[in-house]
Every structure is written in structure tokens, then in C-alpha cells.
């Protein structure tokens, strides 16, 4: 198993370095100057292998802090709990979110189909192998930040080590369950494709999590103990099932045959979504539009596509009117929370910039305008016309900004309702930079993400994201959005530096479109 393992952990390596050398190759000017000889080159290898070893050491450490600072620790201060319980309270719900989310076993990937089904290594060896490594850099990853994080919490030692390991054996029992259920039904479950189970888990487990601290339930510390124990008792019995498990060559043949790893269809998650997508498509003849030319081709294929653009916006808006409706209730039960909430709302505007970030759909809407309509017709040079390409710019934006106003608006009133709600504020003016920040930022993003689909248009014919830049800058504009949440500054002050930011972004972003997208908007190879 050793064996196999490195030559796995080898297999991988080397397809990684070869996409670092790729990723710089694309890189503006100096794509022009570097040759196609350069996977030869020894010192370049050095050099990618660096990198390669760094990014695996910052996807054990990285991933894991942000998910604590953010997800867990971050929030602590708006619950009137005690500070150690709540942070279990929290790490306990989240973990089976994350449980049923990420098997790591059950991800398709091109290393698993280059490995099993390519070079025909054992099944079993290699799954193995690389699940134990998984999870062992899950304990690695996690003991750090549990231990600082928990220390600043005031929870006990032994629960800081413990949470890492409470972790790992939630992961075995849901893997455990699903190479049961494979056997049982003899479909292998793809966690690409959550199905309808899995996120009833997720969502109930989320409402849970952030939920019930707000009327003072939570989960102890004597609980954890008990909890935890029961866990890592069946956590190891998983485990042995999992180790002794015989069937990993029939259920990965099955993975890896219907999941996007092949070489037609390379990324993992791209097939599913196509699948998903050509389920939505509605092909409904009596679909008409008043418009012309390609803005009547625009317009039927939002209408055949509304499902696909639609569907996820409005369970998010759902959500987050539950989640008002919650905090209203946290408000009306408990007056030092109404007097956290205020707070908040008057000294952390930048903090909804990140969570603007998160629930924008803008990226996902124009990677389905490409996967539906754009690899198709960029075939044809007419499409790539700059009157025809600018006109469809146009109504593209009108649609993005249509889609992600519905949550934009809710967070924005509702934002305004608990200020008012939670103590209100002597200047009226900071009511209505709320809901205009909110649906500026909104807007931000809708132009942002479809400037960069124009000027750097990343997808090939498979869907596959093939510019460096393009992810350079989508890291850019992440860290960017995370930052904004360590600044606290006043609503009022914030609020309109921020308007006026979106639109003087707005208006060069345009601009640079207008100018350059015609000669940009095109296939990658």
C-alpha cells in the first residue's frame, strides 16, 4: 500500500507541476516570451515542484483556519452563551455539514482516473492509501488552529486535541454508511451531486448550528464528552469496515464512468452540472420575445434557462429571510443581543461585502451562459462581431443584476428593519446607505464577474478554466472581500465611499468591456 501510495502521491505531483508550468505559460507578456520546450526545462521543474510542495502545505493549514476564524470564532460575540460551549455547540453542527458535504472518497477526480482507470492500479491500494492521507493531514490541519482558537475560547485541552479527531471520525462513519449503501443498492454516490437527503442535512444542521444559541440552547461540554465518545467508538468500527471493504474497483469504475473525468470532459464537476443543466432547459415552443436580433436570442434563452438562473437565488432569498426572521426573534428575547445587533449594524458595514461576495451567483450564471449557449456559438464568427458581442454584453448585464437584485433588496430592507428594530440610529441617512451599499456591492459584483467572463473569457470547449489569470484574479477579489471583514468603520462613512466606489468601478469596468471584449471574447484552446 506503501507503494502505491508514492506512486499515486508521484502521479499527482507531476500532473500539478505540468499545470503550474501550463498556468505560467498563459500569463499576459509572458506567454509570448516562453517557449513550448519549457516542460523540458529541469530548473523550471525545481522551481514548479516548490510551488506544488508549498500549495500542499497551505491546502493542510489554510482551508482549515479560515473555516474556524470564519465560520466559528468569528460569530462567537453575537451570542449571549457561554463562549467555550458555543464554539462546540458551533464545531459539532458544522462538522456533520462537512461530513456529508466531503467524503474525500467519493470525489472524482483526474488523478483517481488517470490512476485506476488509466494505469489500471489497484483500486483498493490506492483509495485507500490516499484516504488515509486525507485524513491524516485533516488532524494535522486542524489540532493548530483548534488549540489557538479553542485557547481563546477558554476550552479545556483535551476537547482542543480531541475536536480534530472528532472530525475524522464523523468522515468515517458517513463513509462507512455510503460503501453500505453501495453495496446495498449497488449506485455509487457522486459528492459532486448532492442529492436532495444531503442537503436537508446541511440545511437543518446550518439552522441548528447558528439557531439555537440564539434562544440559549446549546450543546456543553459534558454533552461533547459523551457525544465524542460514541463517535470515535463507531468512528473506529467505520473504519475497520472501510480498510476490510472488497468492492473499490466496482464502485470507482462506476464513479469514474459517470462523473467528468474523462478526456472529453475533464473537469469533475462539469458534467454534473451539464447533466443538471439540460434537465432545467425548458423547451417550451410558445416561449416568444418582443426584441430583436441577439437580444431576442438573449431573451429566450434566459426564459428556457430561468431554472438554472433562477432556481438557486430563490431558495437563497428563503433563506435569508429565515435567518431575519430568526435574529428578529433573537432581538425581541434578548436585549443585549439587540444591543450587539445594533452595534453591528452601525460599525461593520465592510463585513457584508465579503458576505455579498459569498451569495452572488454572477460567476456560476456566466459559466451556464457559456456551458449553454456561448461554447457552441463562438464557433461562429458573426457571434464574435463586436456589434453582436457588445449587444449581448449589455442585455447579459441587465440579467445578472436582475437575478441577484431579489437577495441584494432582502438583505438591504432587512438590514434597515433590524437597525430600527434593535434601537434605530439619530441619523436617517444610515438607513438608506444600507440598502443602497448593499444593492451597489450587489451590482459591483454582477459587473465584475462579467467584465472578467468578457475581457478573459477562461473556459475551452470542455468547460475547463484554462486562464491563469482568470483565477489570479477571482483569488484577488477573494482575499480582497475576506480582508473587509477585520475593518470596522461607520455605516454612514462606509456606506458612501462604497456607493461611490461601485460606480466609478462600474463605469471604467464598462469601458474596458466596451474596448476590449470584442477582441478577448473568444475560445480557449
Known amino acids: 500500500m506503501v507503494k502505491t501510495f508514492i506512486t499515486s502521491f508521484k502521479l499527482k505531483n507531476t500532473y500539478r507541476v505540468n499545470s503550474i508550468i501550463y498556468s505560467i ?25 516548490i510551488i506544488s510542495i508549498l500549495l500542499e502545505i497551505l491546502n493542510i493549514f489554510i482551508g482549515k483556519l479560515l473555516y474556524i476564524a470564519i465560520m466559528i470564532f468569528s460569530v462567537l460575540q453575537m451570542y449571549q452563551t457561554n463562549s467555550a460551549d458555543t464554539f462546540l455547540h458551533l464545531f459539532i453542527f458544522l462538522t456533520l455539514c462537512g461530513g456529508v458535504l466531503n467524503t474525500y472518497m467519493l470525489n472524482p477526480t483526474k488523478d483517481k482516473y488517470y490512476a485506476i482507470v488509466l494505469m489500471n492500479i489497484d483500486a483498493r491500494k490506492y483509495v485507500l492509501s490516499n484516504y488515509y492521507y486525507q485524513l491524516i493531514k485533516l488532524i494535522i490541519g486542524f489540532l493548530p488552529f483548534t488549540i489557538l482558537f479553542g485557547a481563546m475560547a477558554k476550552i479545556p485541552l483535551w476537547i482542543q486535541i480531541a475536536l480534530p479527531f472528532f472530525v475524522v471520525s464523523i468522515k468515517l462513519i458517513v463513509m462507512n454508511y455510503s460503501l453500505y ?58 473504519l475497520i469496515k472501510i480498510h476490510n471493504f472488497k468492492e473499490y474497483k466496482k464502485m470507482y469504475k462506476q464513479i469514474l464512468s459517470t462523473s467528468n473525468v474523462y478526456m472529453v470532459e475533464n473537469n469533475a464537476g462539469t458534467r454534473a452540472m451539464k447533466e443538471t443543466s439540460l ?15 441577439f437580444a431576442y436570442f438573449h431573451d429566450l434563452f434566459v426564459k428556457r434557462h430561468r431554472k438554472i438562473l433562477t432556481k438557486a437565488v430563490n431558495k437563497q432569498s428563503i433563506i435569508i429571510v429565515l435567518i431575519f426572521a430568526a435574529i428578529i426573534v433573537g432581538i425581541q428575547m434578548n436585549s443585549e443581543f439587540k444591543g450587539k445587533i445594533n452595534n453591528v449594524l452601525l460599525q461593520y458595514l465592510p463585513y457584508f461585502v465579503f458576505i455579498m461576495y459569498l451569495i452572488n451567483r454572477s460567476s456560476t450564471v456566466t459559466q451556464a451562459m457559456f456551458m449553454n449557449c456561448d461554447h457552441s456559438m463562438l464557433t461562429y464568427r458573426i457571434y464574435r462581431t463586436p456589434k453582436v458581442i457588445l449587444g449581448i454584453f449589455k442585455e447579459r448585464l ?62 475551452n470547449v470542455n468547460t475547463e478554466i484554462k486562464s491563469s489569470t482568470y483565477k489570479a484574479v477571482q483569488a484577488i477579489t477573494y482575499f480582497v472581500c475576506y480582508y473587509m471583514i477585520q475593518i470596522q468603520l461607520p455605516t454612514l462613512s462606509f456606506g458612501i465611499a462604497m456607493i461611490v466606489f461601485c460606480i466609478a468601478y462600474c463605469f471604467i469596468s464598462l469601458i474596458l468591456a466596451y474596448k476590449y471584449a470584442p477582441k478577448t471574447f473568444k475560445l480557449r484552446l
Not at 440559549?216 to 463517535?231: A, H, K, S
Not at 438608506?432 to 459591483?444: D, K, P, Y
Open 279 to 293: 434537465k432545467q432547459i425548458e423547451l417550451d415552443k410558445s416561449y416568444t420575445s418582443n426584441k430583436s436580433g
Open 398 to 459: 441587465k440579467t445578472l443584476i436582475k437575478i441577484n437584485l431579489l437577495p441584494a433588496s432582502i438583505i438591504g430592507i432587512g438590514l434597515a428593519l433590524l437597525l430600527f428594530l434593535s434601537g434605530g440610529t439619530d441619523n436617517v441617512l444610515n438607513y438608506v446607505v444600507l440598502i443602497v451599499s448593499i444593492i451597489s456591492m450587489s451590482i459591483f459584483f454582477c459587473v465584475h464577474y462579467l467584465v472578467m467572463y468578457y475581457l478573459l473569457q477562461p473556459y
Open 181 to 238: 449503501d453501495f453495496k446495498k443498492t449497488k449506485r455509487a454516490s457522486n459528492e459532486n451531486i448532492p442529492d436532495k437527503v444531503v442537503w436537508s442535512i446541511v440545511i437543518i444542521c446550518l439552522l441548528l448550528a447558528y439557531g439555537l444559541p440564539v434562544i440559549n440552547i446549546i450543546v456543553n461540554q459534558e454533552i461533547f464528552l459523551y457525544v465524542f465518545i460514541v463517535t470515535l467508538i463507531i468512528g473506529i468500527y467505520s
Open 25 to 49: 505559460k498563459q500569463l499576459p507578456i509572458i506567454k509570448r516570451i516562453l517557449p513550448n520546450s519549457l516542460y523540458k526545462n529541469r530548473g523550471l521543474k525545481i522551481f514548479a515542484n
